[in-house]
């Protein structure tokens, strides 16, 4: 009778390539999986197991083999966003395949080893399976962190400005200043759309956002939102630029467009500290093209393949959730938001809408009479 130890030690290599080649025959889940990532971990674990049961620890528990860190990496695998059944599935067939390759050998292994290698297998699947759980879970901790730390850095600007104006008003002796109540007005149309955009990216998956078109001119949204922000470009030194149609009609939700032009204006000004940012509508046969154009510093590729997440890790409340919800109100509407960017030389924002934007009804909306609601109705904490 063989050793089912020493048969996994000297022939790993060999189990391994027949494993990957029935792997890649029942065709694997994720296709960006290099060979070497895949066949790399199970060679470990194939000789962890066989060093074992040589070395006589077949009378052991084989849960205790993978509490070693080094012997099982599965955080790597999520990294390589490799779900969790497609790992159970790979495992699955390390154990059909091994007990196929010992037919064909004719090799008569003990009983026992064989079951402690099936156990061995079946704890590494379960082990994987509560790393996986632990890593997500602290993942998704980390990403609601930031996200809350990311909607507190947005706040504050606007928050700064309220009471810096709340302060001067109460100080004065005289009547208000007409101009410092209209930024006042202003700073607080920004907060309530910022905090609105918010609630929806939160509530809402893009198919199920709740649009309601109106027949408008975007000329005078885009005149609204340029007269919200020009306080913030004059006091940088930038030139605001607008040119609009203003006979030009079209049929969209208000607020899902302002949502996405007041936070493309928001982020131009934002990450630009010298020249301009320039706002164009442009119209076509089916859609309108707005355009927010910037002299800023450019964004790399690299970072553009990252850009419409809701929060960068390491810039909490920066680009990120803005365009989050600048992304999420355009497909809301059956449009896109489209980046031409390089470094050095600025970037400009496309966002194309149709012309007449479909109206979306039902499930969402009840959704939201339910929250709001919810929220409205008194509770104890």
């Keep these: 009778m063989t050793s089912l130890g020493e048969l996994l030690c000297n022939h790993t290599d060999e189990l391994v390539q027949r494993w990957y080649a029935r792997w890649l025959q029942e065709g694997p889940a994720i296709h960006g999986m290099t060979e070497a990532a895949i066949k790399d971990h199970l060679a470990v674990q194939l000789r962890v197991i066989g060093d074992t049961l040589r070395e006589g620890g077949a009378s052991e528990s084989p849960r205790k083999l993978w509490e070693q860190p080094g012997r099982l990496d599965p955080e790597q695998r999520v990294r ?14 390390v154990i059909e395949e091994v007990r196929l390759w010992l037919e064909e050998r004719d090799e008569q292994v003990s009983v026992h080893e064989y079951s402690f290698f099936s156990i061995a297998i079946f704890e590494l699947a379960a082990e994987s399976a509560r790393r996986f759980a632990k890593y ?20 504050r600007t606007p928050l700064s400005t309220l009471s810096l104006y709340v302060q001067q008003l109460e100080g004065g002796k005289r009547a208000p200043d007409t101009r410092a109540v209209e930024r006042l007005r202003r700073t607080v149309n920004r907060l309530s759309r910022l905090v609105d955009g918010i609630l929806r990216l939160e509530r809402f998956k893009p198919d199920e956002l709740p649009v309601h078109p109106e027949s408008l001119a975007p000329a005078q949204v885009i005149d609204q939102l340029v007269a919200d922000y020009e306080h913030d470009a004059s006091r940088k030194g930038l030139r605001l630029d607008v040119s609009t149609n203003w006979s030009a009609r079209m049929t969209v939700d208000r607020d899902l467009l302002v949502d996405a032009l007041g936070n493309l204006i928001q982020n131009a000004i934002k990450y630009t500290e010298k020249g301009f940012v320039r706002v164009t509508m442009e119209e076509q046969e089916n859609e309108v093209v707005f355009k927010v154009e910037d002299s800023g510093p450019g964004i790399s590729p690299e970072r553009q393949r990252e850009l419409f997440r809701p929060v960068q890790p390491g810039q909490p409340g920066g680009v990120g959730l803005g365009l989050s919800i600048a992304f999420r109100s355009a497909a809301a509407q059956g449009g896109t938001l489209e980046l031409e960017s390089e470094p050095g030389r600025g ?10 934007v479909r109206a979306r009804e039902g499930q969402a909306e009840e959704f939201e009479e339910t929250s709001l609601e919810e929220d409205a109705s008194p509770s104890v904490h």
Excluded: N, W
């Excluded at 059944?85 to 067939?93: K, P, T």
């Excluded at 997500?136 to 706040?155: D, M, N």
């Excluded at 496309?350 to 012309?355: F, G, N, S």
């Design 136 to 155: 997500q879970g602290e993942q998704v901790a980390r990403e609601r962190s930031e996200y809350v730390a990311g909607i507190a850095h947005q706040l």
């Design 347 to 356: 970037s400009t924002f496309r966002l194309c809408l149709p012309r007449v």
């Design 80 to 93: 390589d966003a490799e779900p969790i059944e497609e790992v159970v599935r790979e495992y699955a067939y």
